[in-house]
């Protein structure tokens, strides 16, 4: 079983960047896929980002893509989103999940575990 707690988040301009971190405990972090989401009042969560346990592989959405850049470190139990180029419509509550399964998945319902979220807000 595997505990996640996101940071970083908070109030930037658009244009800037912010680095949110996820840090995990309770359970071999390598063992887990990671992604990153987000949800805006009102509106569904939606992925952001995913990467691998081992391999380190990355898929991002169309709508984060070459903004957006999910990295993580296995030895600190932490996973990153660096987040650049922010625009208003990236203001969202960000969480972070981990899935247990080695194949791509993007759908939160497949997610076994979640951290608690970290605003982000982005002004114009």
């Known amino acids: 079983q595997v505990q996640l707690a996101e940071s970083g988040g908070g109030l930037v301009q658009a244009g800037g960047s912010l680095r949110l971190s996820c840090a995990a405990s309770g359970r071999a972090f390598s063992s887990y896929d990671m992604a990153w989401f987000r949800q805006a009042p009102g509106k569904e969560r939606e992925f952001a980002a995913r990467?691998?346990?081992?391999?380190?592989?990355?898929y991002y959405a169309d709508s984060v893509k070459g903004r957006f850049t999910i990295s993580r470190d296995n030895a600190k139990n932490t996973v990153y989103l660096q987040m650049n180029s922010l625009k208003p419509e990236d203001t969202a509550i960000y969480y972070c999940?981990?899935?247990?399964?080695?194949?791509?998945?993007?759908?939160?319902?497949?997610?076994?575990?979640w951290g608690q979220g970290t605003q982000v807000t982005v002004s114009s």
């Open positions: 999940a981990a899935d247990a399964s080695p194949f791509l998945r993007t759908t939160p319902r497949y997610y076994e575990y």
């Open positions: 990467i691998g346990r081992t391999i380190g592989s990355t």
